[in-house]
């Protein structure tokens, strides 16, 4: 229970934190004479597409992200149109992180990259993109994007071709 302790105050009370104390600074103004909300600021939260597809091997993991999804997507309903906030969701990206994980990556940093991890440099330049267009939600690349979408209409069957996929 340590390392879960651990993954989900790394995870999710390491965006809630800074958060608080930015909400004040971010915090738009109604302009009386226009009525619309001014000057508002813009948080970009990096969550995981684990956090939108619970993956075996990753619930701790994926724990921690989908209470990072579900604690800015509550907080974008509450705050309405006085920050904007996008949560970015890549799939998994190629660095030497996993290699330091607290629980046991299933794949290393060198196998990632011969499977379907994006590289840190795409990963920075979609998530400036999705910034830069105020999405709310980005998950990315495409096919897991699709994957997430289809699941709704397909449980069974996205999940055993994303566990056939992932386990190749």
Not at 26 to 53: C, D, M, Q, R, W
Request: proline letters at 4%.
């Amino acid at each position: 229970m340590a390392k879960f302790r651990q993954v989900v105050d790394t995870n999710l009370y390491g965006c809630v934190y800074p958060t608080k104390y930015a909400l004040k600074h971010l915090k738009g103004k109604v302009n009386p004479a226009t009525k619309k909300v001014e000057g508002k600021g813009h948080i970009v939260v990096l969550s995981s597409y684990s956090g939108e597809f619970g993956l075996w091997y990753r619930s701790c993991y994926s724990a921690s992200k989908f209470a990072v999804n579900g604690f800015f997507e509550s907080l974008r309903m509450e705050l309405g149109d006085k920050i904007d906030i996008t949560i970015v969701a890549p799939i998994t990206v190629q660095t030497e992180f996993r290699n330091y994980s607290l629980i046991k990556p299933t794949q290393s940093a060198e196998e990632a990259k011969e499977g379907s991890a994006i590289t840190a440099e795409e990963a920075v330049d979609q998530i400036i993109e999705a910034a830069d267009r105020r999405l709310t939600k980005f998950i990315f690349p495409f096919k897991p994007y699709l994957a997430v979408h289809l699941r709704h209409l397909a449980p069974a069957t996205i999940e055993k071709i994303v566990k056939n996929k992932a386990s190749m």
